[in-house]
């Protein structure tokens, strides 16, 4: 199997999981959103850190210790994944699949909002275009809802933030997780004992089933960032720009289809804006990385197709 066709696979692997991960977190219930995040850090902790023990690779730790930065940078990425998937588990079981799924489709335009904010970059007229929809977009929608979508921007926001941490430090996948995890543990592990003391904790009281799905929720958060890690090691960034959209096409199918939240005509309007400034987003993307490769002999990253999305 060729190292092109390998990438698009891990690629499909790791959305598809992504985008049927409203599926799992329904079938943690009846465990709070803060319980289930709790022990979504632990038990990513202990997966992780097998994994590495495996592949016998925990020098890293010592080097990263020596980089008080980083270390700074460690713990901003770990309050940013931290907000991220609190906030992903409440939209699911508060049954706003559909809003959470809006979230990971505005983020590329977020990444492009924080590309000018914070790293100064300049836009293309077409980056610009793009913009101006998506704003019109949450304007519609927060006219639908009554409200900002406030869950949606937060999924966003702080994923693009997080991304942006992480492109700036350049650790691997699975080194970053363990020192996220590992960074957030302690709290968590003080929130699983002060539930368990108040006899509110669901972990061993529901079933062997859900008690083996949250010990589960460890993998099936590392596995498909390792399978993104192993298809961003093959793919052109323009081709894994276009797969990233799988994952929240897939909740939102979850939303609507298996889940039955509503879809009213002006909340469809709002969503196909974003759609067609994901349109414009993404061709722009790809017509300037065909033509920075025209005129550079070796490749070249376009900033502008963002970054993955993960719940």
């Known amino acids: 199997m060729t190292p092109l066709r390998l990438g698009y696979l891990y690629g499909l692997g790791a959305y598809l999981l992504w985008g049927f991960f409203p599926i799992y977190l329904k079938l943690l219930r009846p465990a709070g959103p803060l319980e289930i995040l709790a022990h979504r850090i632990v038990w990513s902790v202990v997966f992780v850190a097998l994994l590495l023990a495996a592949l016998r690779n925990v020098g890293f730790l010592r080097a990263l210790l020596r980089r008080p930065w980083a270390m700074a940078g460690m713990v901003a990425a770990a309050a940013l994944i931290a907000v991220n998937w609190g906030t992903y588990i409440y939209g699911v079981n508060s049954d706003r699949v559909v809003e959470t799924a809006l979230g990971y489709f505005i983020n590329p335009l977020v990444v492009v909002v924080l590309g000018v904010t914070v790293l100064r970059e300049r836009l293309r007229p077409a980056q610009w275009a793009a913009l101006g929809i998506g ?142 400034a994901l349109i414009v987003f993404t061709a722009d993307a790809v017509r300037n990385s065909r033509r920075t490769r025209a005129h550079q002999p070796e490749p070249t990253v376009d900033h502008g197709v963002g970054v993955p999305a993960r719940p």
Request: glycine share 10%; charged share 10%.
């Open 135 to 276: 704003a019109s977009a949450v304007a519609v929608l927060t006219v639908d809802y009554g409200r900002l979508p406030w869950l949606a921007l937060t999924l966003a926001f702080s994923f693009a933030g997080y991304g942006l941490v992480k492109k700036r430090l350049g650790l691997p996948p699975a080194e970053g997780l363990f020192v996220e995890s590992a960074v957030l543990a302690l709290p968590a592990l003080d929130y699983l004992g002060w539930l368990m003391a108040r006899g509110d904790s669901t972990f061993g009281h529901v079933s062997a089933g859900h008690t083996a799905l949250l010990v589960l929720a460890g993998a099936a958060t590392a596995i498909p960032l390792l399978m993104f890690a192993g298809a961003a090691n093959r793919l052109p960034l323009s081709s894994l720009g276009m797969v990233q959209y799988l994952a929240p096409i897939l909740q939102l199918g979850c939303g609507v289809l298996i889940f039955h939240e509503p879809m009213p005509p002006a909340r469809l309007a709002g969503f196909a804006l974003v759609w067609l």
